[in-house]
C-alpha cells in the first residue's frame, strides 16, 4: 500500500493563506470520508486537526479548514502564524489490505 | 484528562522479541478501539494495527502482519504489542492512539501518546 502523496514542503508569511494537498486513489481518499489531517511538532505527539475530511475537533482554530475533490483531499491554513510550523501529515481509510495510509508528510515553514 | 501513555521501548537485536505497553487514562477505555502507529527517523507515520473496544476484531499492517500481535486488557486499562522477529526496519518511534470517537466505523486518531522508541540494531 503506498503512502498518500503530499508535497515536501510548503511555505508562506505570517498572515498569508497555504493549501497542503493529499493524493491518494479511488481505494482509499476517493472511496471514503474519512480523511483526517495530523499536526507534528518534532519531539511532540501527533495532533488532530481535522477529521472526516471537514471537521473541526474542540480547541483547534477555525484557521484550519479541510476538503476533498475526488482522489484529492487539502488542508488549508489561513492567517498562517509562526506556531504553524510543523509537519502535517494526512491519513485515509483504505480497501486495501492495509487499513489505513497515511500521507509521506508536509513541512510548513513561516517565512 | 485523557491520555495514553507508551512503554517498554529499547534496543534490541534483529530476530528478538519485545513487548511495548500503552496505559490509558480519563476515558472510558473498554469503548474505545485503540491502534499503534510508528514513524521510523526520518520517515513518515505508518499504521500498524488496530483492535476493537473489545478486542474481539484485529487487523494488521502487511508490514507487520505474522510477527507484530495485539492485545488489550479492559479490566486494566492497557493495551500492548508483542514485537517478534524483528527487524533492522522496524526501527521507530512507536505510537499508541485511541479512535478518536467510541463506537464502530471511526477512523482518526485522538489522541496519541508521546511515544516510545524501538531501536532493532546488532
Known amino acids: 500500500q503506498s503512502a498518500l502523496t503530499q508535497p515536501a514542503s510548503v511555505s508562506g508569511s505570517p498572515g498569508q493563506s497555504i493549501t497542503i494537498s493529499c493524493t491518494g486513489t479511488s481505494s482509499d481518499v476517493g472511496a471514503y470520508d474519512s480523511v483526517s489531517w495530523y499536526q507534528k511538532h518534532p519531539g511532540k505527539a501527533p495532533k488532530l486537526i481535522i477529521y472526516?475530511?471537514?471537521n473541526r475537533p474542540s480547541g483547534v482554530p477555525d484557521r484550519f479548514s479541510g476538503s476533498k475533490s475526488g482522489n484529492t483531499a487539502s488542508l488549508t491554513i489561513s492567517g498562517l502564524q509562526a506556531e504553524d510550523e510543523a509537519d502535517y501529515y494526512c491519513s485515509s481509510y483504505t480497501t486495501g489490505s492495509t487499513s489505513y495510509v497515511f500521507g509521506s508528510g508536509a513541512k510548513v515553514t513561516v517565512l | 484528562q485523557v491520555q495514553v501513555v507508551e512503554s517498554g521501548g529499547g534496543v534490541v537485536q534483529p530476530g528478538r522479541s519485545l513487548r511495548l505497553s500503552c496505559a490509558a487514562s480519563g476515558f472510558t477505555f473498554r469503548t474505545y478501539a485503540m491502534h499503534w502507529v510508528r514513524q521510523a527517523p526520518g520517515r513518515g507515520l505508518e499504521w500498524v494495527t488496530v483492535?476493537?473496544?473489545?478486542?474481539?476484531?484485529?487487523y494488521y499492517a502487511d508490514s507487520v502482519k505474522g510477527r507484530f500481535t495485539i492485545s488489550r486488557d479492559n479490566s486494566k486499562n492497557t493495551l500492548d504489542l508483542q514485537m517478534d522477529s524483528l527487524r533492522d526496519e522496524d526501527t521507530a518511534v512507536y505510537y499508541c492512539?485511541?479512535?478518536?470517537?467510541?463506537?464502530?466505523?471511526?477512523?482518526?486518531?485522538?489522541?496519541w501518546g508521546q511515544g516510545t522508541l524501538v531501536t532493532v540494531s546488532s
Open positions: 483492535i476493537s473496544s473489545d478486542g474481539g476484531h484485529k
Open positions: 472526516e475530511v471537514t
Open positions: 492512539a485511541r479512535a478518536g470517537a467510541s463506537g464502530v466505523g471511526v477512523r482518526y486518531f485522538d489522541p
